[in-house]
T-cell receptor, first 114, second 113 residues
Framework: DAGVIQSPRHEVTEMGQEVTLRCKPI?????LFWYRQTMMRGLELLIY????????DSGMPEDRFSAKMPNASFSTLKIQPSEPRDSAVYFC????????????FGPGTRLLVL | QKEVEQNSGPLSVPEGAIASLNCTYS??????FFWYRQYSGKSPELIMS????GDKEDGRFTAQLNKASQYVSLLIRDSQPSDSATYLC?????????????FGAGTRLFVKA
């Protein structure tokens, strides 16, 4: 298996622009997670899905952030409009079970908002 | 109190020594505990999971869990320079959706050759 796939790997954009991050989970995994990692705040869970349904989005920082999972093999995280404080590494992870056991992380997207 | 706490380090040990990493958590109902390793610029990868009180060994790694004291630790025997990384403790805590995984801030480990 190719593992969790994320794109793009790097993104540089200007404040106010829309950013869309993409994730393909491991085939057969039922749960998908979006995390953000910064030096100051560490690894934070933004939102997670079970069977394509959002379960907990309490970590989404504000309405500028939205996430979708239209099918079992694809998810997006959108930031609109982007701000410099959104600069971080965004990880997508997937796991087999609804109880969120072992999570497999993608390579991450490094986002820089100027 | 943070939900999952770790000493940020850095923890420096000589090659061949035992590295001891500790983590405490706040939710007494937590059932699943994990240690992830993250090399600089890379994504976290699972190295150990533990669900029951006591020790669990896997090669040079031993995870220890004490639910009464709400702590989990990771011992790395015969530390190697390649073990130098940030180690993240993760705990599943209860929430309205069932459970969610909370990560600690991580402990940076340096193994000196």
């Amino acid at each position: 298996d190719a593992g969790v796939i994320q794109s793009p790997r790097h993104e540089v954009t200007e404040m106010g622009q829309e950013v869309t991050l993409r994730c393909k989970p491991i085939s057969g995994h039922n749960s998908l997670f979006w995390y953000r990692q910064t030096m100051m705040r560490g690894l934070e869970l933004l939102i997670y899905f079970n069977n394509n349904v959002p379960i907990d989005d309490s970590g989404m920082p504000e309405d500028r952030f939205s996430a979708k999972m239209p099918n079992a093999s694809f998810s997006t995280l959108k930031i609109q409009p982007s701000e410099p404080r959104d600069s971080a590494v965004y990880f997508c992870a997937s796991s087999l079970s609804v109880r969120q056991e072992t999570q497999y992380f993608g390579p991450g997207t490094r986002l820089l908002v100027l | 109190q943070k939900e999952v706490e770790q000493n940020s380090g850095p923890l420096s040990v000589p090659e061949g020594a035992i590295a001891s990493l500790n983590c405490t958590y706040s939710d007494r109902g937590s059932q699943s505990f994990f240690w992830y390793r993250q090399y600089s610029g890379k994504s976290p990868e699972l190295i150990m999971s533990i669900y029951s009180n006591g020790d669990k060994e896997d090669g040079r790694f031993t995870a220890q869990l004490n639910k009464a004291s709400q702590y989990v630790s990771l011992l790395i025997r015969d530390s190697q320079p390649s073990d130098s990384a940030t180690y993240l403790c993760a705990v599943n805590i209860r929430n309205t959706g069932g459970f969610k995984t909370i990560f600690g801030a991580g402990t940076r480990l340096f193994v000196k050759a």
